[in-house]
């Protein structure tokens, strides 16, 4: 949900526009998803359809290789399938680009491709790997959207997924052409704790939900509340996505409903000198054209738009000068950016009590939050299991089609994964506390005023972003990530423990 927090509010839609009939499509729905769909869209158990999950051209291939050895075990793993179309896949974008660096330095030419790079450079990486031109792609998982390529022979998991569900869709790219394709995954517990960290990177804290809420009834006085999501991010220390998804469980409580958005600032660049674009129009038009180059602010190049002017000085409503921008970028006479998309909601309730809902929706990303860190611990037990692994997968999707052995995975081939156990590391008590977190405290006090808690010390030593960190440049404070290889949780009652004392 906190990928797509509007799907939560298709339901409603349908019964809001009496939509008769709909159809949900999803490659990877688990017994308990399709139980939730059917209850928010009211579909009866007749109309549940499932194709199965297994896939008989796939070699399911898990194999136990410590950190130190992934590197080697990657190069010659592709240098026996050279020129085969394959996809090799990371967690981090700085992954990505190392790794696909190391092959081609090994000889084996390959493009890394993350959502970091260019639009044009993702664009033409994934245009040559489509052609043909370029045959090994390392990425995250921003590599998969639409990717239909019905040759790809290779999926190869440098990192662990993210969970089963990414899994499955992740090695769903191979051999779609029905030709037999491997999908091996380089497995051990090392990267568990970046996979953790990205689950509870996503959970507000209590403060933040607070200060979200005071925002919203502040407004209460205009009866809507319009606001711009990255300056509310920051205000309250919530990454942009699951603030949507906050707004979107506001919504649902039936506290708030969206009304319209609109992009606060518009800039453009002329692409003709002014006369040659006044000379297109005559009377009051022209004088409207001339009024919206008099009153725009221009640097060298761009010149930004004076809504505020516009009105006062010649009553010319804003959506009538967005209008006539987007008609002039139509016709090629200007280049037109706009950007600082403000959001207006209706305020439908706003005598709530903050304090109550605040910890309710804390309660509920909490909740949500052990769903997600179960759901990475239920794909280390299916990649160490010992029952057949096409078999596992399938069941696990609810397919009871599926051969109970199907031959062709790791294990039928008398290779149970055992995970390698992560390098040990120095026990949490011999840190010392004030020389990891002091430089961060005291810049954090200067900030805000306040000492920071456990839960943003933590994510400060763990290398978790938040808004917060970046007005804090907190990457150059000493200690920023020094404790990421620990696991969160072990990391916050350390700190919990210090504060206390």
């Not at 972003?465 to 990457?475: E, G, I």
Request: glycine content about 6%; charged content about 25%.
């Amino acid at each position: 949900h906190n990928f797509r927090p509007d799907y939560l509010k298709l339901p409603d839609y349908q019964r809001q526009f009496n939509i008769p009939q709909a159809l949900l499509l999803t490659a990877t729905a688990t017994p308990k998803v399709i139980a939730d769909m059917q209850a928010k869209f009211a579909i009866d158990a007749a109309d549940v359809v499932t194709t199965g999950f297994y896939r008989p051209n796939l070699n399911l291939l898990v194999e136990p290789v410590r950190g130190a050895d992934k590197r080697r075990r990657l190069v010659q793993w592709m240098g026996e399938r050279a020129g085969q179309p394959s996809i090799v896949y990371v967690t981090l974008q700085k992954t990505a680009e190392q790794i696909a660096e190391h092959l081609s330095r090994q000889g084996i030419a390959a493009e890394a491709y993350h959502a970091g790079l260019p639009h044009e450079q993702r664009e033409s990486i994934q245009r040559r790997f489509m052609e043909g031109r370029s045959n090994c792609i390392v990425a995250t998982i921003a590599f998969g959207m639409g990717i239909d390529k019905s040759d790809i022979r290779n999926v190869v998991h440098f990192d662990l997924p993210k969970s089963i569900e990414n899994y499955s869709q992740e090695i769903g790219r191979a051999g779609r052409d029905g030709q037999p394709s491997d999908c091996l995954v380089l497995a051990n517990r090392d990267s568990l704790n970046v996979l953790e960290n990205f689950v509870y990177g996503d959970t507000p804290e209590l403060s933040g939900i607070r200060c979200v809420l005071d925002e919203l009834q502040a407004s209460a006085p205009e009866g809507q509340w319009e606001f711009l999501l990255g300056p509310l991010a920051d205000q309250s220390n919530i990454r942009q996505l699951p603030l949507k998804t906050l707004l979107v469980q506001l919504e649902l409580r039936g506290l708030i409903a969206p009304r319209y958005a609109y992009f606060a600032e518009y800039r453009f660049k002329l692409l003709l000198e002014p006369e040659a674009l006044l000379a297109r129009f005559e009377g009051e038009r022209r004088d409207f054209v001339q009024a919206i180059i008099n009153t725009s602010s221009r640097a060298r190049t761009w010149a930004t738009v004076n809504f505020d002017a516009l009105y006062e000085q010649y009553q010319a409503p804003r959506n009538r000068v967005v209008k006539a921008l987007d008609y002039f970028q139509e016709k090629g006479w200007v280049e037109l950016e706009s950007k600082q998309m403000t959001e207006v909601y209706s305020l439908l309730q706003t005598d709530f009590d903050a304090a109550a809902l605040s910890t309710d929706l804390h309660a509920y990303f909490t909740r949500h939050e052990g769903s997600e860190i179960a759901r990475i611990h239920a794909m280390l037990d299916l990649f160490a299991t010992e029952q057949c692994l096409g078999q596992r997968l399938a069941q696990y999707f609810g397919d009871d089609q599926a051969p109970q052995r199907c031959g062709h995975c790791s294990v039928c081939h008398g290779q149970v994964a055992r995970l390698p156990e992560p390098p040990a590391l120095p026990a949490l008590v011999d840190k010392n506390f004030n020389g990891l977190c002091g430089d961060f405290i005291h810049r954090h006090q200067q900030h805000t005023g306040d000492v920071p808690g456990a839960e943003r010390l933590t994510r400060f030593l763990c290398g978790i972003s938040v808004p917060l960190f970046t007005k804090l440049k907190a990457r150059s404070i000493p200690g920023f990530a020094a404790l990421e290889d620990y696991p969160y949780a072990a990391v916050r009652e350390w700190c919990e423990a210090h504060l206390v004392a």
